[in-house]
């Protein structure tokens, strides 16, 4: 048994059951043993890979997204480009090399990244050790938004909502009950009790026994405070991740390590947790704290409007036979319909005066 999963047994021993988000919390940020601090979890010999470790096209095509919007705005001479959970640096860095097409956005921005793990902290310093440009870390997102200083932002989240931890409410007779974890023997095990927690949720009787909802206090936060900086300050954010468009009952707490789904109770901080989004969530939050909210449509749509086509061809004018391959099977990654095309979206939430941001023009502006 890991070290991390005797810690929890006796502490659930000693304490009672302990709510879902709070074990999630520890499973994956633990300071000695949680996934994300002890290990870089990315890559072919890691547990998943994400977008911007497919291809440099993502983050080129995200960093355009970001010089345009700038561009067509103000045009700040200062302003802070942060990124939520930047893993590998990978992303930050394919975004600089392409806005360097306009050297005055990288001089204008200052870079502040949201991360708490230290292993990854290391790497995303690599990354940009040859950009020229230097990052300040935070630990929280109320901290990062005090060293923004005013000024205003353009924020990226991929990936990064999805490993915020979430509870769930189970229905049973009528009302809402919190999932907890139990200790039974030497195993972790669910376990739905009623709870104190008082949090908004729709009225229990509208819903099947056995229903599950699932909530994200901790990226609900998140979004509404970058939502009154970016209210209050100016800017955009956007969220690139798996999730559902319009809340609906369903478990969603899935774990994978080494490449398999594994259930999430049985290796809490060996295994990579996460949750799908609730966009139609976060966008009404957004739009709660005075910012206008732009989808969500999918990845494939939006890298799409962004010239995902154009840039693949002129990578593969320049391959050779096997680099044609590796392209071309890149690209179906990004936006095949069975791979990260449909279940991925992206979500763009912006102050009142901006310009209308890139890739949504199908959809236009929420209301
Ligand atoms: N955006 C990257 C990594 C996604 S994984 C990519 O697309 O490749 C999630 C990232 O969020 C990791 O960098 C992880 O360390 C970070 N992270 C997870 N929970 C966090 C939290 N509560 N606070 C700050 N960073 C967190």
Redesign the pocket.
Known sequence: MNELKKILLDSIRANGPMPLDAYM?LA??DGSHGY??RQD??GSKGDFI????VSQVFGELLGLWGLDFWLRGNRAEDFNLV??????G??MRDMLAAAAIRPEFGRAARLHF????PV?RKA?NRALSGTGAKAHWH???HKLLEACKGAPVIA?????F????IRQYVQKEGRWRMRHVQAEDARLVPVDIPTEIEEELPPATGYDDGDILETCP?GELIMSELAGYIAAYGGGLLI?DYGYAKQAPGDTFQAIADHAPVSPFDRPGDA?LTAHVNFERLSSIARDGGCLSFGPVSQRGFLTALGLEERFRVLEQKADARQKNDLAAARRRLTGPDQMGLLFKALAVTDKHSPEPAGFETTGQNA
């Open positions: 919390a994956l940020g994300y601090t979890p990315f994400t977008a911007p470790e990124e939520l959970g930047p893993g590998r990978t992303l949201l991360e708490t793990s990854l995303q630990e929280s997102e990226y989240a991929n990936e990064f999805d490993a915020l931890p901790a690139v990579d």
